[in-house]
């Protein structure tokens, strides 16, 4: 959540921090702003709304200065306006954050309280919690004098989630960049240093990064910087050097990055797929993850924990684990795993997925883990992301960059992953025979091509969205391994079209959901082929009997489903393991139609950012 950038160097601070910002769009849009040095002052320049706005504002805006920093943001404390969008500035003192100031009231009122008793008033010209560290840091320069002593001051006073960039008119050459929890990444370029949330915004200019650990400091002067701990005192640090470059963020010629992603899905789960087959013999290995032979065989419980679509991703892999490989399996979201006091063993196995590699409910579990001594797998697809860094074990998505805010490539990447896992954990307590392993290596290697037909249901919810748009809601249905991806389809049209949508089981409808259906209702029903075909088939003609507009996806051929369906979509003949892959497809693609039908930005759906930072 948020995005910010700083830059000082030789090149044109706007240009740099511009480019930066935008690569980072995706962390939040509801405003941004940029505070660069112009005539020995920082000039600040905000605008509410998307980055293009700022960008309009900023093309005839001079600055000569070769220092600035810049944000773009998702919300937490005061509406998204121009008065609440960072940088926040106090005497001079310019800063950008990303996260929450918990105890931001309460050092409010010390301020204040602090300020009377010297004859002051202190004005907040803002009702974010940001402001208040401007003013703390504002404060403490007055005393010190020094930017990074000022930091050093304030640092333990802060509760909460943040990282935080600051600059002063009075040190035009110095920038602090400091955190607790979001990330922030340091690049030394030729002549010049860049800071940013994400090293994509870092790459353009250098590959050799250091990773900022939670209350370091970084202090950067002129080209060039040092870090620091919390005492004041330097410390050396490792140079990563990236072993990519900036991936292509172009939606070459899609309409929007979403489309293109699902499109891309296919090469997205092959190269999930690939370090882990053998396609010559058939088999599956997942060497070289962390997790040694010895503690796949001594596995006996697994835990799966994630938020939001990764989760959904997650309890396919309970339904496979569980089916092939006879481990029992729990999967919990990460913000509840946290709190609920979770009664765990050596023998479990912790697989936490996220796809931004960020997400502060799931770091927290990951470190909870960490403290209980289960040993953790994290499934990312950003390499060196803080929970990538700090699992015990490494799984990597390998889909890319995915821009669109709803995730579509990750998801099924991960799917394809969590196959992998189940065959793994199956082999290596001697449950899988060659005979099986071989079957279902097959199918795996055969999906790529069969999500390829799917994506020809393109075309049918182009075509239907002026339709659906205007149902009053959207039910979504399946059993087993088909039940998740109701969840997860239901999840996309709600965070694409603002529209109700609930996922269920199918066999859990006739318990209340049921009431909910007329001919208003949409009821989408996942009815591939498998064991729970007729136990599925008869939870649809109870929604049919009851007036619901069925929209079903089957496997090819089943003339009695395309029956009794209104739209019936055909899904190409797989194994059981294999159908959540197909099936992801046509419900992204529904929910991408009905968004756009309904004049919605599928890229940044409203009030959403990619990298969830805050609790
Ligand atoms: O980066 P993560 O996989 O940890 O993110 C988890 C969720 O925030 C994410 O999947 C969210 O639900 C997406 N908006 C789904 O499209």
Same mark, same amino acid.
């Given at each position: 959540?948020?995005?910010?950038?700083?830059?000082?160097?030789?090149?044109?601070?706007?240009?740099?921090?511009?480019?930066?910002?935008?690569?980072?769009?995706?962390?939040?849009?509801?405003?941004?702003?940029?505070?660069?040095?112009?005539?020995?002052?920082?000039?600040?320049?905000?605008? /509410?709304?998307?980055?293009?706005?700022?960008?309009?504002?900023?093309?005839?805006?001079?600055?000569?200065?070769?220092?600035?920093?810049?944000?773009?943001?998702?919300?937490?404390?005061?509406?998204?306006?121009?008065?609440?969008?960072?940088?926040?500035?106090?005497?001079?003192?310019?800063?950008?954050?990303?996260?929450?100031?918990?105890?931001?009231?309460?050092?409010?009122?010390?301020?204040?309280?602090?300020?009377?008793?010297?004859?002051?008033?202190?004005?907040?010209?803002?009702?974010?919690?940001?402001?208040?560290?401007?003013?703390?840091?504002?404060?403490?320069?007055?005393?010190?004098?020094?930017?990074?002593?000022?930091?050093?001051?304030?640092?333990?006073?802060?509760?909460?989630?943040?990282?935080?960039?600051?600059?002063?008119?009075?040190?035009?050459?110095?920038?602090?960049?400091?955190?607790?929890?979001?990330?922030?990444?340091?690049?030394?370029?030729?002549?010049?240093?860049?800071?940013?949330?994400?090293?994509?915004?870092?790459?353009?200019?250098?590959?050799?990064?250091?990773?900022?650990?939670?209350?370091?400091?970084?202090?950067?002067?002129?080209?060039?910087?040092?870090?620091?701990?919390?005492?004041?005192?330097?410390?050396?640090?490792?140079?990563?050097?990236?072993?990519?470059?900036?991936?292509?963020?172009?939606?070459?010629?899609?309409?929007?990055?979403?489309?293109?992603?699902?499109?891309?899905?296919?090469?997205?789960?092959?190269?999930?797929?690939?370090?882990?087959?053998?396609?010559?013999?058939?088999?599956?290995?997942?060497?070289?993850?962390?997790?040694?032979?010895?503690?796949?065989?001594?596995?006996?419980?697994?835990?799966?924990?994630?938020?939001?679509?990764?989760?959904?991703?997650?309890?396919?892999?309970?339904?496979?684990?569980?089916?092939?490989?006879?481990?029992?399996?729990?999967?919990?979201?990460?913000?509840?795993? $946290?709190?609920?006091?979770?009664?765990?063993?050596?023998?479990?196995?912790?697989?936490?997925?996220?796809?931004?590699?960020?997400?502060?409910?799931?770091?927290?579990?990951? $470190?909870?883990?960490?403290?209980?001594?289960?040993?953790?797998?994290?499934?990312?697809?950003?390499?060196?992301?803080?929970?990538?860094?700090?699992?015990?074990?490494?799984?990597?998505?390998?889909?890319?960059?995915?821009?669109?805010?709803?995730?579509?490539?990750?998801?099924?990447?991960?799917?394809?992953?969590?196959?992998?896992?189940?065959?793994?954990?199956?082999?290596?307590?001697?449950?899988?025979?060659?005979?099986?392993?071989?079957?279902?290596?097959?199918?795996?290697?055969?999906?790529?091509?069969?999500?390829?037909?799917?994506?020809?249901?393109?075309?049918?919810?182009?075509?239907?969205?002026?339709?659906?748009?205007?149902?009053?809601?959207?039910?979504?249905?399946?059993?087993?391994?088909?039940?998740?991806?109701?969840? /997860?389809?239901?999840?996309?049209?709600?965070?694409?079209?603002?529209?109700?949508?609930?996922?269920?089981?199918?066999?859990?409808?006739?318990?209340?959901?049921?009431?909910?259906?007329?001919?208003?209702?949409?009821?989408?029903?996942?009815?591939?082929?498998?064991?729970?075909?007729?136990?599925?088939?008869?939870?649809?003609?109870?929604?049919?009997?009851?007036?619901?507009?069925?929209?079903?996806?089957?496997?090819?051929?089943? /003339? $009695?489903?395309?029956?009794?369906?209104?739209?019936?979509?055909?899904?190409?003949?797989?194994?059981?393991?294999?159908?959540?892959?197909?099936?992801?497809?046509?419900?992204?693609?529904?929910?991408?139609?009905?968004?756009?039908?309904?004049?919605?930005?599928?890229?940044?759906?409203?009030?959403?950012?990619?990298?969830?930072?805050?609790?």
């Amino acid at each position: 959540m948020c995005g910010i950038v700083g830059y000082s160097g030789p090149q044109n601070p706007k240009d740099v921090i511009m480019g930066g910002l935008k690569s980072l769009e995706y962390r939040g849009y509801d405003s941004a702003g940029v505070a660069i040095l112009h005539k020995g002052e920082f000039k600040r320049v905000r605008a /509410e709304g998307k980055l293009s706005i700022l960008q309009e504002k900023l093309i005839n805006e001079p600055f000569d200065g070769h220092l600035g920093i810049g944000h773009t943001r998702w919300a937490t404390h005061g509406a998204p306006v121009e008065r609440n969008a960072h940088p926040h500035t106090v005497k001079g003192v310019s800063i950008v954050h990303n996260g929450i100031i918990e105890n931001y009231l309460e050092l409010r009122e010390e301020l204040a309280r602090d300020a009377k008793a010297r004859g002051q008033v202190i004005r907040f010209e803002s009702e974010t919690d940001t402001e208040l560290v401007a003013h703390l840091i504002a404060y403490q320069l007055e005393i010190t004098k020094g930017l990074l002593e000022s930091v050093l001051k304030i640092l333990p006073r802060l509760n909460g989630a943040f990282s935080i960039l600051v600059v002063s008119k009075d040190h035009p050459d110095e920038m602090i960049a400091f955190k607790n929890g979001p990330p922030l990444i340091i690049g030394q370029a030729k002549g010049a240093v860049v800071v940013a949330s994400d090293v994509q915004a870092i790459l353009p200019h250098t590959n050799k990064v250091v990773y900022i650990d939670d209350f370091e400091i970084a202090h950067v002067k002129g080209e060039s910087f040092r870090i620091y701990n919390s005492k004041g005192e330097p410390i050396v640090k490792p140079v990563v050097e990236i072993d990519w470059s900036a991936d292509r963020v172009e939606k070459e010629g899609y309409p929007h990055f979403m489309l293109k992603e699902i499109f891309e899905q296919p090469r997205a789960v092959a190269r999930a797929l690939a370090p882990h087959i053998d396609v010559a013999k058939q088999t599956v290995s997942l060497s070289g993850t962390g997790i040694t032979d010895a503690q796949w065989a001594r596995v006996e419980r697994v835990l799966i924990v994630a938020c939001g679509t990764s989760n959904y991703a997650g309890m396919v892999g309970k339904y496979l684990i569980e089916i092939m490989a006879r481990v029992p399996v729990e999967t919990d979201i990460a913000s509840e795993f $946290r709190y609920r006091q979770p009664v765990m063993g050596a023998d479990t196995l912790a697989i936490v997925i996220s796809q931004s590699g960020e997400t502060a409910d799931t770091l927290a579990v990951l $470190r909870q883990l960490k403290t209980l001594g289960v040993p953790s797998l994290s499934v990312c697809n950003v390499k060196n992301s803080t929970i990538d860094r700090e699992a015990d074990g490494h799984l990597y998505m390998n889909s890319g960059t995915e821009i669109g805010v709803a995730s579509t490539k990750a998801f099924t990447s991960t799917i394809a992953l969590m196959n992998v896992l189940a065959l793994q954990i199956a082999k290596a307590k001697g449950r899988l025979s060659p005979e099986d392993e071989a079957r279902y290596v097959n199918a795996l290697l055969a999906a790529p091509a069969q999500m390829e037909t799917v994506l020809a249901c393109d075309k049918f919810f182009a075509a239907a969205a002026d339709v659906l748009k205007n149902y009053k809601g959207f039910l979504y249905m399946g059993r087993g391994v088909s039940y998740p991806l109701a969840l /997860e389809g239901a999840l996309k049209l709600k965070e694409l079209a603002y529209m109700h949508a609930e996922g269920y089981a199918a066999g859990e409808m006739k318990h209340g959901p049921l009431a909910l259906i007329d001919k208003r209702m949409a009821v989408v029903m996942l009815a591939p082929s498998d064991n729970l075909y007729e136990k599925t088939l008869s939870n649809l003609e109870e929604a049919k009997a009851r007036g619901g507009v069925i929209i079903a996806l089957g496997t090819v051929g089943n /003339e $009695r489903l395309r029956g009794i369906s209104q739209s019936y979509l055909t899904l190409p003949r797989a194994e059981w393991n294999v159908n959540p892959l197909l099936e992801a497809v046509p419900l992204q693609l529904l929910a991408y139609h009905v968004a756009s039908a309904l004049g919605h930005d599928v890229d940044q759906p409203r009030n959403l950012a990619k990298s969830v930072t805050v609790e």
